[in-house]
């Protein structure tokens, strides 16, 4: 490798440990520059930046680590160690916080991701409410004395029923479990937020899944 290359292999290096400002072995300075200069020409910044006083070598065993020459910076003293401790716990709580956070979003956004659309659930009303109407007018029907359901129709009849009842409480469920991960960081009442949203509940026309 020519001169030119070898001094800007060490500028490289040089620069980049009083940037990082800890310790790193020459293969992991190597792999943080990207690979920019090979991995020898690395190793052989280190090592005339080490004869040369710029940086420190520091040997463990096998391993050889590189750091830079802590005599060039300013001194710190104890008041600002403490400030900076203390700022590290506020930005730690700070974290801890938005993790809470981020895992109750993440709840919300699959319970949504899960449910129907606005569109999707137009539709499913009308095609209910049609069905709705059909059976009003076979109950009336029979009622008046009219064709009997045959034991046929009938278990198709308890059949869906039964599907139906399980479908409601399910969603029931799944609309309570999202609306309580909301609540966790909500900071009103859950009252305020049903009708922040526009919330109706079976509750609010006396109604709830009926027994299987």
């Given amino acids: 490798m020519s001169k030119s290359k070898d001094a800007s292999a060490a500028r490289s290096v040089l620069e980049y440990l009083n940037r990082q400002n800890r310790p ?4 992991d300075i190597f792999n943080n520059l990207h690979k ?3 991995k020898t020409a690395v190793v052989k910044a280190c090592e005339s930046l080490t004869e040369g006083g710029k940086i420190k070598e520091k040997v463990y065993g096998k391993q050889k680590v590189y750091v830079a020459d802590q005599g060039q910076f300013p001194d710190v003293d104890d008041n600002e160690i403490r400030d900076m401790d203390t700022r590290i716990g506020e930005l730690s709580t700070q974290n801890q916080e938005m ?14 991701n899960s449910s129907v659309s606005t569109e999707e659930a137009v539709l499913q009303l009308k095609r209910l409410t049609d069905e709705c109407e059909a059976c ?14 045959s034991p046929e129709e009938k278990d198709r009849i308890y059949t869906a029923r039964t599907k139906y009842v ?3 409480r399910k969603r029931k469920r799944i609309s309570n479990d999202i609306l309580g991960a909301i609540l966790e960081g909500y900071p009103k009442t859950k009252k305020q937020l049903y009708e922040e949203v526009g919330l109706e509940t079976d509750e609010d026309y006396g109604t709830s899944p009926p027994d299987i």
């Fill in 36 to 38: 920019e200069y090979g």
């Fill in 166 to 168: 399980k479908e409601w």
């Fill in 99 to 112: 993790d809470v956070q981020v895992k109750r979003l993440d709840a919300e956004l699959r319970g949504l």
């Fill in 136 to 149: 009003k007018g076979k109950l009336k029907t029979l009622k008046e004395g009219g064709k009997t359901v």
């Fill in 24 to 27: 790193y072995s020459a293969v």
